[in-house]
């Protein structure tokens, strides 16, 4: 999807920031990702608050397939049908997925905690 088209689609927000990342391109609004572009897909950003309205709405919520691992559910949602054709319904969705980028900006980030033993056995090998 080309610039001019995503940009199109998020015309209800202003101002946006395309960036290149993992083979696909992220979009930004006001620092905050709100959606990411796969393989010429696009795919929403969502939270508790809003996933199950892209799925009654029939989104498809992407999943991420690791070698050898189960697959794992993304905050990402495909753009329902009905917003292709009607610019005011593709405005709802991409303001929804603006707000679950913002919560998701202030929702404070977890660190990785090491387990007792490997905090153990750093210790020894110093």
């Known amino acids: 999807m080309d610039r001019d088209a995503i940009e199109d689609m998020f015309q209800a927000l202003g101002t946006i920031s395309i960036r290149r990342m993992f083979g696909g391109k992220g979009i930004y609004h006001d620092g905050n990702i709100i959606a990411i572009e796969l393989g010429g897909d696009m795919l929403l950003k969502a939270d508790d608050e809003t996933a199950a309205l892209f799925a009654e709405?029939?989104?498809?919520?992407?999943?991420?397939?690791?070698?050898?691992?189960?697959?794992?559910?993304?905050?990402?949602?495909?753009?329902?049908?009905?917003?292709?054709?009607?610019?005011?319904?593709?405005?709802?969705?991409?303001?929804?997925?603006?707000?679950?980028?913002?919560r998701a900006a202030g929702k404070p980030k977890q660190k990785k905690r090491r387990s007792p033993q490997k905090r153990q056995s750093s210790l020894d090998d110093g």
């Open 57 to 102: 709405a029939g989104a498809r919520q992407w999943t991420y397939q690791r070698p050898d691992r189960a697959p794992v559910a993304m905050p990402y949602w495909s753009i329902p049908d009905s917003a292709f054709d009607d610019p005011d319904d593709m405005a709802l969705w991409v303001r929804r997925a603006c707000e679950a980028g913002f």
